[in-house]
């Protein structure tokens, strides 16, 4: 299957900050997408983004195919922000095997 | 957003009892996941289904069973839990077909604690 990786692993910011989440990916993916889990631990879908950028609101969102990786960045962070991003990705022989990373956990502190 | 729904949300049940954990989605999906996952941790696939009558084990191994008699509706069960079945358990469904993206939508999840 398709190994997964999220870094960093933790990440601890001011209210205001910028941050970068990065996912990497070890195979060829025809879905990716990045997701948001709150401290009650719903699963809230940001972006389906298996290439190309997409923006919405503070959220951004880089996905470049070519090379494996995708790229959340969050801008101006508030504590509302904090919780767990995962990506999860298909592989385009198999596109109903999700595969999930392990997860950014981010706390974002007032 | 997503259409699907788990019922109930938070549960604490004594060791030994069975309990049904109920999933519903409306956006007329074929296909539908259980996950497990520990707080803030990795998801664990534990069953899926592509359809009517079509139920697979997942990554891990799971001693819990489901079934999938409708669409719209996709039940876990567990015949005697225990404390180890203690987690939070996610259900999601997904769109067909790559032209669509094949978009996974997940519901609010149920949190079981067994004592």
């Known amino acids: 299957g398709i190994q997964v990786e999220q870094s960093p692993p933790d990440l601890i910011l001011q209210e205001g900050a910028n941050s970068t989440l990065r996912c990497n990916f070890s195979?060829?993916?025809?879905?990716l997408q990045w997701f948001h889990q709150n401290p009650w631990g719903q699963l809230i879908n940001l972006f389906y983004i298996p290439s190309g950028t997409k923006q919405n609101g503070r959220l951004s969102a880089t996905t470049v195919a070519t090379e494996r990786y995708s790229l959340l960045y969050i801008s101006s962070s508030q504590t509302t922000d904090s919780g767990v991003y995962f990506c999860a990705v298909t592989p385009p022989y198999n596109f109903n095997k999700f595969y999930f990373g392990s997860g950014t956990k981010l706390n974002v502190k007032p | 957003e997503a259409d699907i729904y788990q019922t109930p949300r938070y549960l604490v049940i004594g060791t030994g009892k069975k309990i049904t954990l109920e999933c519903s989605q409306t956006?007329?999906?074929?296909?539908m996941y259980w996950y497990q996952q520990d707080p803030g941790m990795e998801l664990h696939l534990i069953h899926y289904?592509?359809?009517?009558?079509?139920?697979e084990k997942g990554d891990l191994s799971s001693e819990s069973t489901v079934s999938r008699i409708r669409t719209e509706h996709f039940p876990l069960t567990l015949e005697s839990a225990r404390p180890s079945h203690t987690s939070q358990y996610l259900c999601?469904?997904?769109?067909?077909?790559?032209?669509?993206?094949?978009?996974?939508?997940f519901g609010e999840g149920s949190w079981l604690t067994v004592v």
């Open positions: 999601a469904s997904s769109d067909r077909g790559q032209s669509s993206g094949n978009t996974i939508y």
């Open positions: 195979d060829s993916v025809n879905n």
């Open positions: 956006m007329g999906h074929d296909k």
């Open positions: 289904s592509y359809g009517v009558n079509s139920t």
